[in-house]
Every structure is written in structure tokens, then in C-alpha cells.
């Protein structure tokens, strides 16, 4: 049987149990380390009909387990007494000590044609393959007027995990459109094109962020109403904790003019497979 203890490993950095090693499972009365198995489930130790899975499959870090540049066993650094916290030593699925503290604005400089006139701004997260990431929103300000911005991800050895580039957007509209993510994990960076605002969901995935290619990108502002909205802002968070995405309609049946169209807002919801119109439109002139 597969013990799910994921939730352990990333808050804890080890937990306390009846053996010596990660979790109190296995290192038995010599102290020696479990060894590490890999399942389809993903990396792991098994202690007689149990296997605790420490990483998901594909995980590109350590698991914590000592041996491995994990940070010793329950969570601990070499030559630290004190348990491993997720701040400054243990991280999620036994990052070992990986922290954000060393990742700077230097970190995308290659997205920069001249650093001292370049917009940056970041967010952290806990990326599922990558543990601590730090996320950038990078605008190249050499024509203030115009261009379109790029979107980085930086691991905490400070390499370049993914990047995007955005749409075609005015300077001081692009960056994030909030402090943090949403309970879904999901940051929303912000465009603006010309005319009307947009918005760009980054939900983390495995290989990255969903619908975003690793260096994809060709500026296209109107989006595809997956991840990309155009004519859009972000809402408020719903009863579970996500952001909704508002997009607007102008109506300008019957011969009427985008001047006196009439306007209503759709209100989608982040369902776990996308976003979906779940409540009826609302109508604002």
C-alpha cells in the first residue's frame, strides 16, 4: 500500500515516528538510511508492506533522504541541530536547504537589452516539479510606448526553468495583477494592448504552466480563452479560495455603435480543468 505523506515531507521537512530515518520510516536500530525506490507512483522508501512516496514522479531534487544532498535525515542540514524548516533548510519534498534568498533580479538579465531600463517585479511559489520558484514579470523598456513583456521562471539555484512572452502591451500595464497566488496556486499577470485590459492565468504544472510553452510566445494580445483573456480583469477570490476571471461583452446588435454597446460581465470560475461561466452574465449599462 502507497502512504500519501507529500503533505508531511513539505511542511515539515520530516516527521517524527518509530524509525530513525525521513518520516520514522525505515533506518531500523543501526541508523543506516532506507533506501531510496522508485514506483510509478514516484520516488520513495518502503518499510515492510508500506511504501511512502517522498517525491512525485519526474521529481528533478532531492527527497531529503541524507544521502542524496537532501540535508540529512528529519529535515536537518549538516552540522545543524535544529529541525529543518521551510524557510532556510528542509523544504518541500526535501529541497535541503534550496531557498529563494540568493535569486535576484539578475536572474533574468537575458530577457533585458539593458538592465538600468528594465521593468522588473516577482512573486514566489511552490512549483510542483520545481519547488520554491520565484516567478518574474520582465518589460524590456527600451521604447516605453510599446513592446511586448516576458514572463520567467527561476528554481533556487537560480537557473532560468521556463519563460513566455507576452503579448504586445503598454509599459505600465504589464505586471502582476496580484500579491500572491490564489489558493489554486495560480499567479495572473496583466496586459494592455491598446484598449482594453487583459489577463494571463499561470497555473503551475508539471512542465511548467498550463498552456504555455517553454519559450513560447508570438505576442498575440486577444487570447484563448483558456488561460488568456483578453478584455478582462481579475476578480475577487470565490468561496474556495480562487481568483475569477471577469471578461466583457459589448453588444452592439440592432446597428448600435461600440460607443453605446451595451455591456455585460462574465464571471468564470477556475474548476480544477479550466475556467467556466458557472453564474449568469451581469449586465452594467
Given amino acids: 500500500r502507497v502512504a500519501a ?31 531510496l525506490v522508485a514506483t510509478e507512483f514516484g520516488r520513495g522508501v518502503v518499510d515492510g508492506a508500506t511504501t511512502t512516496i517522498l517525491a512525485p514522479p519526474e521529481w528533478e531534487g532531492d527527497v531529503g533522504l541524507g544521502d542524496d544532498g537532501g540535508g540529512g535525515r528529519d529535515g536537518r542540514v549538516d552540522g545543524d541541530s535544529t529541525g529543518g524548516s521551510r524557510d532556510n533548510r ?19 538579465s537575458e530577457f533585458c537589452a539593458s538592465p538600468s531600463r528594465c521593468d522588473i517585479d516577482s512573486r514566489d511559489i511552490d512549483h510542483p516539479s520545481w519547488g520554491p520558484t520565484r516567478v518574474f514579470t520582465v518589460y524590456p523598456d527600451t521604447d516605453a510606448d510599446n513592446g511586448s513583456g516576458h514572463i520567467a521562471a527561476v528554481d533556487a539555484s537560480g537557473d532560468v526553468k521556463w519563460s513566455y512572452t507576452g503579448p504586445y502591451s503598454a509599459a505600465g500595464a504589464w505586471g502582476f495583477a496580484t500579491d500572491g497566488p490564489d489558493a489554486a496556486g495560480a499567479l495572473f499577470v496583466s496586459y494592455n494592448p491598446g484598449r482594453w485590459n487583459g489577463v494571463i492565468a499561470l497555473h503551475p504544472v ?80
Fill in 206 to 285: 508539471r512542465d511548467g504552466f498550463r498552456s504555455l510553452p517553454d519559450g513560447g510566445g508570438d505576442g498575440d494580445y486577444m487570447g484563448d480563452g483558456d488561460i488568456m483573456f483578453y478584455n478582462a480583469e481579475v476578480g475577487e477570490p470565490d468561496e474556495d479560495g480562487n481568483r475569477e476571471i471577469i471578461t466583457f461583452e459589448h453588444d452592439t446588435s440592432g446597428g448600435r455603435s461600440m460607443a453605446n454597446a451595451t455591456i455585460y460581465r462574465h464571471f468564470l470560475t477556475w474548476t480544477g480543468d479550466g475556467y467556466e461561466e458557472l453564474r449568469p452574465r451581469q449586465r452594467i449599462n
Fill in 5 to 35: 505523506v507529500l503533505a508531511c515531507a513539505a511542511l515539515l521537512g520530516g516527521c517524527s515516528g518509530d524509525g530513525d530515518g525521513p518520516l520514522g520510516f525505515g533506518g531500523g536500530d543501526d541508523g543506516d538510511s532506507p533506501e
Fill in 90 to 108: 528542509g523544504g518541500g519534498f526535501g529541497f535541503g536547504g534550496r531557498d529563494l534568498s540568493a535569486v535576484t533580479d539578475d536572474a533574468v
